[in-house]
Structures are given as structure tokens and as C-alpha cells.
């Protein structure tokens, strides 16, 4: 079964600063996809970013860029020169190939920029 | 542009009364999902949509009854919820694509339910 890990309840990052949010997952399908969303107070859902497993390149999106190392089995959100309006909760998500299969969220990682 | 709506942002209701959520994308999706989210948590799927059919029903209690009108449109029929049935309501949608590892949900903002 899928699962995904996010280890980090919660981050500080100073404003302009890089920050690096945490996401591992674990599945046997040779075939997935995983996916970033930011979720501020308003609750909204934010899609962010996308990485399949057979892409050879890391997926970047503006400031966004994952660093994904698939021996590992882990898919980390970087976020550079981190803006106020970056705080918000991130969640990592994954789903396999294949028809009918669900999205499956990790924990989330609430992030706090500093001015 | 890629928009899901979903109307009221916030429903106050009481265990008696009978409410609907809904929710709609002009995006040319065929799929589309209703998910329950508590504080602080994940989204927890509730149901999916694909071509106007339910295709996944998470054994979600029959208070909650979806509907599909089209491919645009889905609504949550809430009837006779409990306190505990308070929380965000989220709706999505994606394109469908056969092998769904690469298929994209993007929600909607939500409606925030409170059941007194």
C-alpha cells in the first residue's frame, strides 16, 4: 500500500531565505506520481508541483523546485527566497498509475516565514 | 485558467435540517471529488465522480448523498449530520487520464460546515 511521510509538524523559515520541506513515500508501483499542494488559513488547496517517477529531470514551478532522489524514495519541496505570504500548511501527496487509484496526503508541514 | 467553485463558503446547520453543498469547474474535466478535511489534518476522500458515474464511495455515511448532474456540476446533499460532521468540505477535479499518476486535482476553496 502507498503511504507518504511528511516528518516535519512544523518549519521557521526567515523571509527571503530557502527553506526545505521533507516528503517521503513508499510504494511498489514502478509507476506514480507525486504532487505538492499549499493550503493557507483561507483552506484553500493550492496545487504546486509535479513529479512523475519516470521523469529524469527535478519538476520546477517559479520558486518551487523538487528535489526528488528516487532510490530514496523521497520527494523534498524547496521554496527559495521565501515570501510572507508562504506561510501555509504543505502537503505532499502521491498516487500510483493506473486507473481508479486515489490520491493518498501526507501529514502536512505547517511553515512560518519570519520578516 | 484553472478554477473549481464551490458555494457557500461557510453553512451553519442544524442535526434536523436539510442542506447542499456544490461545486463546479469549467475546465472540460471528467472527474470530481468531495473530500472532508478536520483541523490541522489531510483531506480524507469521500467520493469520486468519473464521465458522471460514482466510482469511489469511501463507505461515507448515507447523511451525505452525492450527486452529479453533469460533467461540470456536483453537489453534497447533507441531511441529519452530527456535530462531529463539522468541518471543511473540499471539492476537485481533474482531467481523468487513464493511468492516473500524472492526473492533476485542483480544488476548489471550500465550504467551511458547522453543525450545531
Known amino acids: 500500500a502507498q503511504k507518504i511521510t511528511q516528518t516535519q509538524p512544523g518549519m521557521f523559515v526567515q523571509e527571503k531565505e530557502a527553506v526545505t520541506l521533507d516528503c517521503t513515500y513508499d510504494t511498489s508501483d514502478p509507476s506514480y506520481g507525486l504532487f505538492w499542494y499549499k493550503q493557507p488559513s483561507s483552506g484553500e488547496m493550492i496545487f504546486l508541483i509535479y513529479?512523475?517517477?519516470?521523469?529524469?529531470q527535478n519538476a520546477t514551478e517559479g520558486r518551487y523546485s523538487l528535489n526528488f532522489q528516487k532510490a530514496r524514495k523521497s520527494a523534498n519541496l524547496v521554496i527559495s527566497a521565501s515570501q510572507l505570504g508562504d506561510s501555509a500548511m504543505y502537503f505532499c501527496?502521491?498516487?500510483?498509475?493506473?486507473?481508479?487509484?486515489?490520491?493518498?496526503f501526507g501529514a502536512g508541514t505547517i511553515l512560518r516565514v519570519k520578516s | 485558467d484553472t478554477e473549481v467553485t464551490q458555494t457557500p463558503k461557510h453553512l451553519v446547520m442544524g442535526m434536523t435540517n436539510k442542506k447542499s453543498l456544490k461545486c463546479e469547474q469549467h475546465m472540460g474535466h471528467r472527474a470530481m471529488y468531495w473530500y472532508k478535511q478536520k483541523a490541522k489534518k489531510p483531506p480524507e476522500l469521500m467520493f469520486v465522480?468519473?464521465?458522471?458515474?460514482?466510482?469511489i464511495n469511501e463507505s461515507v455515511p448515507s447523511r451525505f448523498s452525492p450527486e452529479c448532474p453533469n460533467s461540470s456540476l456536483l453537489n453534497l446533499h447533507l441531511h441529519a449530520l452530527q456535530p462531529e460532521d463539522s468541518a471543511l468540505y473540499l471539492c476537485?477535479?481533474?482531467?481523468?487520464?487513464?493511468?492516473?499518476?500524472?492526473?492533476?486535482?485542483?480544488f476548489g476553496p471550500g465550504t467551511r460546515l458547522t453543525v450545531l
Open positions: 476537485a477535479s481533474s482531467q481523468d487520464r487513464v493511468g492516473g499518476r500524472t492526473d492533476t486535482q485542483y
Open positions: 513529479q512523475g517517477s519516470y521523469d529524469q
Open positions: 465522480y468519473s464521465y458522471e458515474k460514482l466510482s
Open positions: 501527496a502521491m498516487r500510483e498509475g493506473g486507473y481508479g487509484n486515489k490520491l493518498v
